[in-house]
């Protein structure tokens, strides 16, 4: 223990101290004795400091679990603002008059986040209005003008959360704009390229944590990966295993007897499975039924010939968790060495692909 204490005598204070924080506050306008506080954006009920106006002055200390996104609260004028706050001694300026001008000055980490609002708020106001413009025009056809400027868009935000992530990469705001732009990558590969280029800390901290829960259930069922393997019971109560249909082309096909869009869907899939039976092709259905005897009506109603298995769990499946099945109708192609390689083929697509890999002659 006295070897321990003459360690830490030796550690600069600077370091021990690393996980405070300093908020200096000189605001106009600010209510005499009003209540200035800071809370976690993430946990909206955490008070982690809490401070009076005096002559428009106010000072926050505390401590933080880690960088992360605040909200600083001026209580008295009713007003908020947002702090990526990090382990800083922050000095805030301004005029409750002009709020949205106040200065924070003294954090690097906030100055990353604004280096984030700037670069990214003209971006995704502008895919705001596309988007707009494209659900009024629910008929637009990928080679319309629109379709190809709103393409091009989504490409070059892509190119700038790369660059951010490649620039500001030991920064704490690098995890979480990859977080909030991640819904424009659809490639999980890219995103955890990205996620790859972020420091350890980074990548540990709150927002680094969701981001990789997101990457790994992207890559569950993702084309170019392994499929999942998994047995379940045929209608007969027979086990039937996914690796039994090793060395064909076979569609793992998610429905439910009670699922409209999937009914409209299956003349599609029968067609599919009566032209390309032949060719190596086979269809495995997944019940997402919770009674036996409606699941035994449809497939025969639908003339579904081909093996169909259910644990009659409804969305409780285990097949459809394992899979991160949350919509239906949903299919995955796999190969004949299981790999996945193509999902959610419907209509005149999944022929489409089968003629590509299997030839329509």
């Not at 005499?32 to 428009?56: F, H, M, Q, W, Y």
């Not at 076979?250 to 999937?262: Q, T, Y």
């Not at 259905?285 to 010939?305: F, M, T, Y």
Request: hydrophobic content about 40%; glycine content about 6%; proline content about 4%.
């Amino acid at each position: 223990m006295k070897q321990l204490l003459t360690c830490l005598l030796l550690v600069p204070m600077s370091l021990l101290a690393q996980k405070e924080f300093v908020i200096k506050g000189k605001v106009a306008g600010l209510p005499e004795a009003s209540v200035v506080s800071l809370t976690d954006v993430n946990i909206p009920t955490d008070t982690i400091s809490r401070a009076k106006v005096v002559k428009g002055s106010f000072e926050l200390k505390g401590s933080l679990r880690e960088p992360n996104l605040h909200q600083l609260n001026f209580e008295g004028a009713q007003k908020k603002t947002v702090l990526f706050l990090g382990y800083d001694n922050v000095i805030v300026e301004g005029n409750m008059e002009a709020f949205s001008e106040l200065a924070v000055k003294g954090s690097p980490t906030h100055a990353d986040f604004l280096a984030f609002q700037d670069t990214f708020t003209p971006y995704f106001r502008k895919l705001t209005e596309m988007n707009q413009q494209l659900s009024a025009r629910p008929n637009v056809q990928p080679g319309d003008s629109i379709m190809v400027a709103y393409m091009n868009l989504v490409e070059q935000t892509k190119a700038a959360v790369t660059k951010f992530a490649t620039e500001k990469s030991a920064s704490p705001v690098a995890p979480f704009m990859l977080l909030v732009t991640a819904e424009l990558e659809q490639d999980v590969t890219v995103l955890e390229k990205n996620f790859n280029l972020v420091a350890a800390s980074g990548q540990q901290n709150f927002y680094g944590k969701l981001l990789k829960q997101k990457i790994d259930d992207a890559k569950v069922g993702a084309i170019g990966t392994q499929a999942l393997e998994f047995t379940q019971n045929d209608t007969t109560g027979t086990p039937v295993t996914l690796a039994s249909f090793r060395g064909k082309y076979v569609l793992v096909d998610f429905w439910a007897s009670w699922c409209r869009p999937c009914r409209m869907e299956n003349p599609n899939v029968v067609a599919a499975f009566q032209k390309f039976k032949d060719k190596n092709f086979t269809v495995l259905g997944v019940s997402l039924d919770r009674e036996k005897q409606p699941w035994l009506q449809a497939i025969k109603d639908d003339n579904l010939v081909w093996t169909q298995v259910s644990d009659l769990k409804f969305w409780s499946n285990e097949v459809a968790r394992l899979y991160r099945v949350e919509g239906i109708p949903q299919n995955f192609l796999i190969d004949p060495s299981g790999k996945i390689i193509g999902k959610n083929l419907r209509g005149e697509g999944l022929q489409s692909k089968l003629c590509e890999l299997l030839g329509c002659n």
